[in-house]
């Protein structure tokens, strides 16, 4: 599948891990970051999809753009230095990494969304339970292409990102009376 998305041949399952679980846990924390701050300010669940929709693309673009900066300035680094094996990188051109990223992003990103969206009760709790059991999945999946077991992986990611939806809901909380 990522073959078809990127155009190209993936000469591994783990050829572009960095960006798919940097982009989909980036995703996952800020998307539910607006969705914990919206909920600890107490404000209309409505805003959660206009800000949580607007989050995730421009987020989402953000994060594949800086991707690609990021790339192309380590290529043209080595380029300056003189390594002939700059440009090539075994095929993984800036632009690539940048739509793995946003993918990423983008596909793990909205699934805290899915309780509002789909307008399920209790919006919040369900949010918090899709957002932990995403954060958990993703982090589990990364034993595919590493020697790590999927409890470990999948735990370390889930306590990362609960732990910033902590951090965004207190944030929220505190400064309620500011809504």
Request: aromatic letters at 10%; hydrophobic letters at 50%; charged letters at 15%.
């Amino acid at each position: 599948m990522l073959e078809v998305l990127l155009g190209d041949e993936v000469e591994s399952p783990g050829e572009y891990v960095a960006e798919l679980v940097y982009g989909a846990n980036d995703g996952i924390v800020t998307t539910f970051a607006v969705v914990s701050g919206v909920a600890g300010a107490a404000l209309s669940p409505s805003i959660v999809v206009v800000l949580g929709a607007a989050n995730l693309f421009a987020d989402g673009f953000s994060m594949g753009m800086s991707n690609y900066l990021s790339r192309r300035s380590e290529m043209d680094y080595e380029n300056a230095r003189g390594d002939v094996q700059a440009d090539d990188d075994g095929g993984k051109s800036p632009a690539k990494t940048a739509f793995a990223t946003f993918l990423a992003f983008v596909v793990a990103g909205w699934l805290p969304l899915a309780p509002y969206i789909l307008d399920l009760d209790p919006q919040f709790p369900l949010a918090v339970a899709v957002t932990g059991l995403t954060f958990f999945v993703v982090g589990a999946s990364r034993s595919l292409v590493t020697a790590r077991g999927w409890v470990r992986n999948g735990a370390e990611m889930f306590v990362i990102g609960m732990t910033a939806a902590a951090v965004a809901f207190v944030v929220g909380d505190l400064l309620k009376g500011f809504a």
